[in-house]
């Protein structure tokens, strides 16, 4: 079969790292990237177990192709300042400001995008309520049928 | 360290600052130096425990992957608990491991080690020793944990027959922290915990 997380593309990366923004005025300004966020990518089978590609198990691959499959069909948006909305992203615990890239778990928390993604390649669990969200998204689809 | 990471412990920081647990001295998180990466954690001995009324003092070191992956917490404070190394004060706690969620915070981590100390769980046992104790004689595991905690952690209750047998041992010119280990692990029986340290 082949090995579909060998040779890693820009798009990859930026499903982990969600950095798919053009400018790279914003993370000029964070000085040199920590040693997670180097050029290969650190792939996270379960949490606390940090592997480059070529350390992972087959079974491991798949896994993490599914997972990157998965996070993609999550809806992101961009926070339009509805205050309605909850206010503030619980992993970073920063606040949400207008123009923000956010994405939205099936159990209706949201969060950036770019820190969501970052825990959802280690747990797919939302961070809040800690429910399942391929469990979640499973339902989601039944019901839609 | 990332950027994230710094960020969030500062945050944090104020809201265990504010919060009600601080205001009523059952919890409390320090900067050890400037650098947010290593704080000093303490929490108050929770009542109706052994531990009540006794201050347990918390090393707490951020991974810069934080808060991906779950601060490193142990006792500094020397504690006699089925989950928590008698030696090395190692904590054997879920969250701290595999059930970490990045929404969870210091404030949580200190409420829960709280409610371990309230509640252990001796089937999943950090310390072999103290878990099979308080399995087998739970009274001997009340008091003997009561007796650290007048000790190591200044709680109040004390328990006068146990400080005998280890101002006995250290009469005799052992080391009194090993007599106490000693006699902990040998249920107080005198003799027994002799034989340990000499042999």
């Known amino acids: 079969m082949g090995n579909c997380l060998n040779t890693p593309t820009a798009d990859d990366i930026s499903l982990l790292r969600g950095s798919d923004s053009q400018d790279g005025s914003e993370t000029a300004n964070l000085g040199p990237p920590p040693p997670y966020q180097e050029s290969v990518p650190i792939y996270h089978p379960s949490p606390n177990v940090s592997r480059t590609v070529t350390q992972l198990t ?9 997972r990157l499959g998965l996070i993609q069909h999550l809806p992101t948006g961009v926070h339009d300042g509805c205050c309605k909305k909850t206010k503030e992203c619980v992993i970073c615990m920063g606040e949400f400001i207008l123009g923000d890239r956010l994405r939205y778990l099936p159990c209706m928390h949201s969060f950036h995008k770019d820190c969501i993604d ?28 | 360290m990332a950027n994230i990471a710094v960020a969030r412990i500062k945050r944090e920081f104020k809201e265990v600052v504010k919060s009600e647990e601080v205001a009523k001295c059952h919890i409390k998180v320090e900067l050890v130096d400037d650098s947010f990466t290593s704080l000093r ?28 992956n779950p601060p490193k ?34 404030r949580t981590v200190l409420l829960s080690l709280q409610a371990l100390l309230a509640a252990p769980e001796p089937d999943d046992p950090q310390d072999a020793v103290v878990a099979r104790q308080y399995k087998e004689t739970s009274d001997i595991f009340s008091q003997t944990a009561r007796h650290w905690a007048s000790n190591y952690a200044s709680a109040p209750h004390r328990e006068p027959v146990m400080d005998d047998k280890v101002a006995q041992l250290k009469n005799m010119g052992f080391d009194e922290h090993k007599a106490r280990v000693a006699l902990s692990t040998h249920n107080w029986d005198i003799e027994q915990a002799m034989e340990n340290i000499l042999s």
């Not at chain 1, 087959?58 to 599914?66: G, L, S």
């Not at chain 1, 499973?138 to 049928?145: A, F, H, V, W």
């Open chain 1, 118 to 145: 970052d825990w959802l390649m280690r747990s797919f669990t939302c961070p809040s309520c800690m429910e399942p969200v391929d469990a979640a998204l499973l339902t989601t689809y039944e019901t839609n049928n």
């Open chain 1, 58 to 66: 087959e079974e491991e691959q798949i896994k993490i192709a599914k």
């Open chain 2, 73 to 106: 917490v142990q006792f500094l404070t020397k504690i006699w608990h089925p989950n928590i190394s008698s030696v090395t004060g190692a904590i054997c706690l879920d969250i701290l491991k595999d059930q970490w969620a990045a929404a969870m915070t210091l």
């Open chain 2, 41 to 68: 954690g303490e929490i108050l001995g929770p009542p109706d425990t052994p531990y009540e009324g006794g201050t347990f003092i918390l090393d707490i070191r951020i991974p810069e992957t934080y808060p991906f």
